[in-house]
T-cell receptor, first 113, second 113 residues
Framework: QQQVKQSPQSLIVQKGGISIINCAYE??????FPWYQQFPGKGPALLIA?????SEKKEGRFTISFNKSAKQFSLHIMDSQPGDSATYFC????????????FGSGTRLQVQP | NAGVTQTPKFQVLKTGQSMTLQCAQD?????MSWYRQDPGMGLRLIHY???????DQGEVPNGYNVSRSTTEDFPLRLLSAAPSQTSVYFC????????????FGSGTQLSVL
């Protein structure tokens, strides 16, 4: 039972293009939605996060779009660079103090020069 | 500042053997957790701790034990390794209260033959 569904599994984008990764969740009690970036041989690192009281959050080239009614959120990477090539995970959690994240299955992004 | 340190980086076990994966953090974080990462399944929470002496189960706790005798250390014990426990294991920590940002270690790749 996967509570957070992520797509696509893999994505190839040309340098300078826009990368878009989508996630859908089932539990309407989720109230924190982070994206983590993972490079080969490393642990995931927090990239950007959003709460459901806003519909969009932007940090540099990275933007989260959030649609509460559709129970969907997405990561947009503008002007994608080869250095962005990594695996991206969306996640969601409940505000219970457990810090227990439910992760999506991951998207392997390759940005071609 | 070392952050979250995991040892060993690689381990091969035979079915039925036991071992302990070590995790230490030097950020004085109260919250620590263990995740396993399997292809196509994202990361799944095994056990977590909100402070010394306090532990609880996550999504996939069977076959694993934890204890938290100090703030810094959170070892994960496999009592009788099984091939289904072949995975990459990540330890993560965060402050309680405020930001839910998780800091991950670099992982332990475990193979059970």
């Amino acid at each position: 039972q996967q509570q957070v569904k992520q797509s696509p599994q893999s994505l190839i984008v040309q340098k300078g293009g826009i990368s878009i990764i989508n996630c859908a969740y089932e539990n309407t009690a989720f109230d924190y939605f982070p994206w983590y970036q993972q490079f080969p041989g490393k642990g995931p690192a927090l990239l950007i996060a959003i709460r459901p009281d806003v519909s969009e959050k932007k940090e540099g080239r990275f933007t989260i779009s959030f649609n509460k009614s559709a129970k969907q959120f997405s990561l947009h990477i503008m002007d994608s660079q080869p250095g962005d090539s990594a695996t991206y995970f969306c996640a969601a959690s409940l505000d219970t103090g457990r810090r227990a994240l439910t992760f999506g299955s991951g998207t392997r992004l390759q940005v071609q020069p | 500042n070392a952050g979250v340190t995991q040892t060993p980086k690689f381990q091969v076990l035979k079915t039925g053997q036991s071992m302990t994966l070590q995790c230490a953090q030097d950020m004085n974080h109260e919250y620590m957790s263990w995740y396993r990462q399997d292809p196509g399944m994202g990361l799944r929470l095994i056990h977590y701790s909100v402070g010394a002496g306090i532990t609880d189960q996550g999504e996939v706790p069977n076959g694993y034990n934890v204890s938290r005798s100090t703030t810094e250390d959170f070892p994960l014990r496999l009592l009788s390794a099984a091939p289904s426990q072949t995975s990459v294991y990540f330890c993560a920590s965060s402050q309680t209260g405020g930001s839910e940002k998780l800091f991950f270690g670099s992982g332990t790749q475990l193979s059970v033959l």
